[in-house]
């Protein structure tokens, strides 16, 4: 490839498949040639990932880059929070203890001046060294009472106009009041990086939503891209997994010790469900579209 490119997933509330979407799309492009990476510009999590320089991030971004096959590294996810009760926070900087603040300290006086700019240098130390990088947002964007704050989904896309598929979960109900919603809460600059809708955990006859469809796109001139079906029986890494609070993932030396043994067969389980998914992804998601999108 001549030049990097990115996409990135967002999705109109928290627990919808982000982080899932993420690691699938890695992997399905990590296995057809490309150099991918995965990123999230900031993390809210209990629990991390000890990379092999001893730095810590999210549990989520080592299982993505698991996924495509190389080692979690801390420009992946370049700020990490760790509650610590109350509204105390501890701010993890590159991997590194960073500061102690309150959440609204942190909104007010870190995020955009100090944040901000660490997010930004992440990102393009990613896109110079990587074909692809997947982003992975956080929340919603379309909250309007953090959006002067929020530094991890549309401030992000627009570093490099990153075009962002939104994520709609169908399963607790009102997913097209969701993606329209979110869509007219934001601003005009951010309206043009959406560049479609993937309706997830979607149970029963697909014909059924075809109405609903049919309305979104004409409402939003946006693309549907895909329906993915709920799936029950994944076996996955959950964010807040301690399972990965204090081991280390390198693809290319496999340690051998029978204290690393169970936790070898435990990712090897994972990606073997997250290969499950990029199928059903596969099946279900007009590539073609995402790869006119990538400039691939």
């Not at 080692?71 to 990490?80: D, K, Q, W, Y």
Request: charge should be positive.
């Amino acid at each position: 490839m001549e030049k990097a490119c990115s996409l990135m997933f967002q999705s109109t509330l928290t627990h919808s498949g982000k982080s899932l979407f993420t690691a699938a799309f890695c992997r399905i492009y990590s296995k057809m040639g490309y150099n991918v990476a995965p990123f999230k510009a900031q993390n809210l999590s209990l629990n991390s990932f000890v990379t092999a320089n001893g730095r810590e991030i999210a549990v989520a971004q080592a299982f993505q880059a698991m996924a495509c096959n190389i080692e979690p590294a801390e420009m992946m996810n370049p700020i990490l929070l760790k509650p610590k009760g109350g509204e105390k926070v501890q701010i993890i900087l590159f991997g590194k203890p960073y500061q102690d603040m309150s959440f609204p300290d942190y909104r007010k006086y870190f995020a955009i001046k100090e944040g901000f700019p660490r997010i930004r240098e992440a990102l393009k130390d990613l896109l110079n060294r990587y074909d692809m990088v997947i982003i992975e947002g956080a929340g919603a964007p379309s909250e309007i009472n953090l959006m002067k704050s929020d530094i991890s989904n549309m401030r992000v896309a627009q570093i490099f106009d990153s075009p962002v598929l939104m994520i709609g979960d169908i399963d607790p109900g009102g997913v097209f009041a969701g993606l329209i919603g979110t869509l007219e809460l934001l601003r005009y600059p951010e309206k043009k990086l959406i560049k479609g809708f993937i309706i997830n955990k979607f149970r029963g006859d697909q014909k059924i939503l075809e109405p609903g469809i049919k309305y979104l796109e004409k409402r939003t001139k946006k693309r549907v891209l895909g329906v993915v079906p709920y799936i029950e029986d994944l076996v996955l890494p959950a964010e807040d997994s301690i399972t990965l609070n204090i081991t280390r993932f390198n693809p290319q030396k496999r340690n051998t010790k029978k204290t690393n043994s169970n936790l070898d067969d435990v990712r090897k389980v994972w990606l073997q469900n997250l290969d499950k998914f990029c199928n059903i992804v596969g099946e279900t998601i007009d590539f073609d579209y995402v790869d006119q999108l990538l400039g691939v």
